[in-house]
């Protein structure tokens, strides 16, 4: 990834990848449908500055609280298709579902009037082959 400089407060949304997670007995996910099951995790980290920012802390914890409220409340996200058109995407009638969200703990930034809470997020999704 380049290197790019943050504005605070920022969120930061990586996918840290996927793989199989079961096989569907002849890979049949519905009717004549083929299909693997995926799992996969993606990172979100929230920043801020401590610097001339005294509720530093409080914004860190609210930042966090978004994400996981985000996240575990609308668990079945669909997927769109914006290949075609960008501004009108077409629906795929596919879902990515959260299982689970939590918080990790974070080695101190180099700098540190930066500030950062780290969530991860595993999720799941029938791969239609």
Known sequence: FPDQPLSFPSFAVTHLGSDDMNTFQGDNADGTNKGVWRWGMMEVN???TSK????????LDI?????SKLLLTN???PLYNIDANPTTPTALNNLVRIEKVWETPVAQDPNPAVKRRRLLA????????
């Open 46 to 48: 929230c920043w801020v």
């Open 52 to 59: 001339d920012n005294r509720t530093w802390a409080r914004d």
């Open 63 to 67: 930042m966090r609280d978004m994400i």
């Open 75 to 77: 668990r079945h996200i």
């Open 122 to 129: 595993r999720y799941n999704w029938v791969e239609r082959l």
